[in-house]
């Protein structure tokens, strides 16, 4: 079966400045593959040009191993935008049958595909009312419902998490994995490395429009970053930040106070530090040798500013689509 | 094409749903309802004039006028002797809406031709048939000091002149009068008018609403945004269509029951079958139809377009104004338009596609147009309509994925030839 996600060295270019830089990736079937990267690295600008919302400047996008983006295999695609929304003033029915009647399916699969959606998510009652008179959760739950509901073969998740209350981010996470259990191709965006290591199979880092990384999760954990420490303190550190300064043990720490992540100088003894801990009187809750965590990776290759950039709030697009 | 019909059906469907929508429909037929019932009850004698004659005349002449006020049946006329309080008592009447006023004359009124009236209405009809009593008078009067037989007078101004009235057009005659045909004209400019901007304007917010909420982006991955702009405009125009079949209906109905109406009303049928719909001819209610379709065409794909370069009601509001300008100079031409249909202006103004949805169908309807011109406006229409969609949709394209500050006019005209 062919890839249903082939993106051939895209370039998007906005007034005065490039977006996506000649990327290439390609989401094999049946996965769940992330695309990471700090805001403004192309993220989204990306998952418009696989969705025909955008056309690439260069290069080109093929989707189910056929010509052509989200627009001719609308049928086939469920696209969750960043910024989600819908009619406040339609019925939730009739905006579901609407949704999935653009896309191309015919109006009474959508009004079945709906009802049923609707039941499984506890919303049934609520099909005759408008959807401006939902709480903000309910919402969330017809915007996804509105992704999923012609059951398409591949998803499209931007930013996905962002927003959502607890309990819609868990009802999302399993439907994802529940897709990949049936064969089924999720793409989805982050900036947020924990959910991309609990979820990828694959994963492709970008940064300024260009690809840093792409592989397995294992593949580039392996490619990237020795050998790691996780240590956490039971109340005193003892003399631990002398150890941790020590150049001939440590090469680098992410130090989050009650808990640090080392990485291993070249030759160091992971004993030795241990012992050099135990004996300046730390009291320890955790010793572990570990592969770098993603957020680690994803620090190391964009640098700690890109990486804090999600701290800072998105601005508005200005001149034409500049987008992210 | 099934999902742009998707989204003519959302449009037309949402809109329908609307309490506006049914508000503006049922108030239609309320204001014809009203017309029809106003009339039945002028001629049940709701419009009778109480008027005082304040005579201060020495040759009788009083007694002459308000005798001749008496067969008009519209005058209810007292004569009252002049005296010293007379005018006072009588503005207190009128005050007090038990008058409707007072003609005031002296024997100087066949010698100056000047009387006058005093009322707390001064309505035009009132005022020509006293007019037409007063002069009536004078002149027998005056003929009469000369030496004519008053037999002779009357015989003399026993006759009524009326003109039969013909209209030529297009090669053919219709029997139309100048009223009947300058109220059709007048009144097809204002619907056409009215309906274009408010319809249009329905797009715009049906535009700006989707650009607000965000759910553009779902949209634009599947639909191309030119199919859903078509379907927009499509569904709109769609909603104004049924408005005027409910009110055309309506209306053929509320004449058809014209005379229930009026015996309900206590009046008797006669004079219920005075009130009919001006005689609309097939040809003109194409020209009506089609023209109104083409200006809707063209202002819509125009107001699609602000309400993509919009990000919120307010910026749209005003950058709607240039739209709605166009429009106006079409609304403020009409009374010039109806009076001389002819006219250079009149011409230039239904050749250019941004007034010729309202001027061709006014010149049309006043006969001062011939077919070959008519084909003409069209033909000008129909390129104005491929020309503004295809730039409306350049914009439209851009702008619906746009946050932020409205695009300058450079930036537009990059949008345009992106």
Redesign the interface.
């Known amino acids: 079966m062919s890839e249903p996600v082939v993106v051939d060295r895209v370039t998007k270019r906005f007034a005065g400045h490039t977006a996506v830089n000649a990327l290439s990736l390609s989401v094999p079937s049946g996965i769940i593959y992330g695309l990471l990267g700090p805001n403004g690295a192309g993220k989204t600008t990306t998952l ?1 040009m696989i ?3 955008y056309e690439p400047d260069d290069g080109s996008v093929r989707l189910f191993g056929q010509v052509g983006g ?2 001719t295999h ?1 049928a086939r ?1 469920g ?1 969750l ?1 960043e ?8 019925r939730v029915i ?1 905006v579901l049958v ?2 999935a ?4 399916v ?2 009474r699969a959508a009004r079945i595909k709906a009802l049923e959606w609707l039941e499984r998510l506890g919303l049934i009652d609520w099909r005759l009312r408008k959807v401006s008179d939902l709480s903000k959760g309910m919402q969330q739950k017809v915007q996804f419902i ?1 992704t999923i509901l012609h059951d398409p073969e591949l998803v499209i998740l931007d930013e996905p998490f962002s927003g959502l209350d607890p309990v819609n981010s868990q009802v999302l996470r399993d439907t994802v994995v529940d897709y990949r259990r049936r064969g089924k191709t999720v793409l989805f965006s982050t900036h947020i490395m924990e959910h991309a290591e609990q979820l990828c199979d694959r994963l492709c880092i970008i940064a300024r429009g260009k690809k840093l990384i792409d592989g397995t999760l294992a593949e580039v954990k392996r490619t990237h970053g020795g050998q790691h420490l996780i240590v956490a303190f039971d109340g005193s550190q003892g003399g631990a930040q002398r150890i941790f300064s020590d150049r001939r043990l440590v090469a680098k720490i992410q130090d989050f106070g009650q808990q640090a992540e080392l990485e291993l100088a070249n030759g160091a003894d992971p004993q030795e530090i241990l012992r050099g801990l135990v004996e300046s009187g730390a009291r320890l809750a955790r010793f572990e040798l570990a592969s770098p965590s993603l957020h680690k990776i994803f620090v190391d290759l964009v640098g700690p500013e890109a990486a804090t950039a999600a701290a800072i709030p998105a601005t ?6 500049a ?1 992210a | 094409m099934h999902k742009v019909w998707a989204v003519i059906r959302r449009e037309f469907v949402e809109r329908v749903r609307t309490r506006w929508f049914w508000i503006s429909a049922i108030l239609g037929p309320i204001l014809f309802g009203g017309v029809i019932v106003y009339q039945i009850m002028q001629s049940l004698g709701g419009g009778v004039r109480d008027i005082a004659v304040v005579d201060s005349t020495t040759t009788g002449f009083g007694a002459r006028v308000t005798e001749a006020l008496a067969t008009n049946p519209s005058f209810r006329a007292t004569r009252v002797t002049a005296g010293p309080r007379v005018v006072d008592s009588l503005t207190r009447l009128v005050e007090a809406k038990q008058l409707n006023g007072f003609l005031i004359i002296s024997d100087a009124l066949s010698e100056t031709g000047k009387a006058e009236y005093r009322a707390s209405n001064l309505s035009l009809q009132t005022v020509e048939g006293l007019e037409r009593a007063l002069n009536k008078v004078v002149v027998k009067v005056r003929l009469e000091t000369k030496g004519v037989n008053p037999d002779v007078v009357d015989w003399a101004q026993g006759m009524k002149i009326t003109l039969d009235q013909t209209k030529i057009a297009r090669g053919g005659t219709t029997k139309e009068s100048a009223g009947e045909s300058f109220a059709l004209a007048y009144v097809m400019a204002i619907l056409l008018f009215m309906a274009i901007l408010l319809y249009g304007v329905n797009v715009m917010s049906s535009v700006l609403e989707e650009k607000t909420t965000r759910i553009i982006e779902v949209l634009v991955s599947s639909l191309r945004p030119f199919e859903l702009m078509l379907g927009k405009v499509a569904g709109a125009g769609a909603v104004s269509f049924f408005q005027f079949v409910i009110w055309g209906v309506s209306a053929r109905l509320l004449i058809s029951l014209r005379v229930p109406i009026a015996r309900a009303l206590g009046a008797d049928a006669s004079a219920a079958q005075g009130i009919k719909l001006p005689h609309i001819p097939f040809a003109t209610l194409a020209v009506f139809m089609a023209f109104f379709l083409g200006g809707f065409l063209l202002y819509s794909a125009m107001f699609a377009a602000v309400g993509a370069m919009s990000s919120n009601e307010q910026e749209a509001r005003q950058a709607q104004q240039p739209v709605t300008y166009l429009l106006m100079i079409s609304y403020f031409s009409i009374i010039g338009l109806t009076n001389d249909p002819s006219s250079t202006f009149a011409r230039t103004l239904s050749i250019v596609p941004f007034t010729s949805p309202i001027a061709t169908p006014v010149r049309w309807t006043a006969g001062s147009m011939g077919v070959g011109e008519l084909g003409a406006s069209l033909a000008m229409l129909l390129i104005g309509i491929v020309a503004i969609t295809w730039i409306a949709a350049r914009i439209y394209r851009v702008g619906i994925l746009m946050t932020g500050k409205r695009p300058t006019m450079k930036e537009l005209v990059r949008w345009v030839r992106a």
């Not at chain 1, 009647?101 to 191309?104: I, V």
């Open positions: 418009r969705m025909d919302i989200g627009r609308s695609i696209y935008p910024e989600r929304g819908l009619y406040p003033r339609m009739d609407f949704l009647e653009a896309k191309g015919s109006r509105s508005t697009a200005a001149g034409v689509g987008g």
